[in-house]
């Protein structure tokens, strides 16, 4: 089937740790997202990609890092200098070629510190 | 930045009921779209909204696209136990491809409906 994976599903980091969550499509998007949503509140863009290669920072990009080598894949690196990376992070992805297509989400990764 | 105010915030209501919520924005979107999320799930995409003043339906959901471009609305329609989880308006400004602002959506801070059997 064709869809958004993200894995894992739950995460745990130690203070002063890197991790880095993933995120696959096999939609042939060409643009991918990354957003991060605390309780009771809406989804903030942390990173997107339009192209393979190029990527820009979203609303709250600080202490995040991307890298986006090939099409499929979008992966979200929290780095330690995200200082409160508690937090549900979600990837979409959507089609570029056409204005104003919707997003299409994965079921997103739990990120939590231990 | 643009910023959308989703009201209200919750609801309880009975099976069988209707639901009305709404989004209204400081600024114009080209797009409106309404999605649903389950607990620990991503949202997933109910009804998508392209053209001021559009009317759309997707089974008991109707959704409209203000005619200022400023404003959505969901209702749904004779409510059910599944239906419970939170919806979010999302606005997106679209443009051309390529520009910084492309796809970028913004969200509302959504609606958390619970329905009592």
């Known amino acids: 089937d064709g869809g958004i994976t993200q894995s894992p599903k739950y995460l745990f980091r130690k203070e002063g740790q890197n991790v880095t969550l993933s995120c696959e499509q096999n939609?042939?998007?060409?643009?991918m997202y990354w957003y991060r949503q605390d309780p009771g509140q809406g989804l903030r863009l942390i990173y997107y990609s339009q192209i393979v290669n190029d990527f820009q920072k979203g609303d709250i990009a600080e202490g995040y890092s991307v890298s986006r080598e090939k099409k499929e894949s979008f992966p979200l690196t929290v780095t330690s200098a995200q200082k409160n990376p508690t937090a549900f992070y979600l990837c979409a992805s959507s089609i570029v070629q056409l204005s104003n297509q919707p997003q299409h989400f994965g079921d997103g990764t739990r990120l939590s510190i231990l | 930045g643009q910023q959308l105010n989703q009201s209200p915030q919750s609801m309880f209501i009975q099976e069988g009921e209707d639901v009305s919520m709404n989004c209204t924005s400081s600024?114009?979107?080209?797009?409106w779209l309404w999605y649903k999320q389950d607990p620990g799930e991503g949202p997933v995409l109910l009804i998508a909204l392209y053209k001021a003043g559009e009317l759309t339906s997707n089974g008991r959901l109707t959704a409209q696209f203000g005619i200022t471009r400023k404003d959505s609305f969901l209702n749904i329609s004779a409510s059910i136990p599944s239906d419970v989880g939170i919806y979010f308006c999302a606005g997106q400004v679209g443009g051309n491809a390529g520009g910084t602002s492309y796809g970028k959506l913004t969200f509302g801070q959504g609606t958390i409906l619970t329905v009592h059997p």
């Open positions: 939609l042939n998007h060409d643009a």
């Open positions: 600024s114009i979107f080209n797009t």
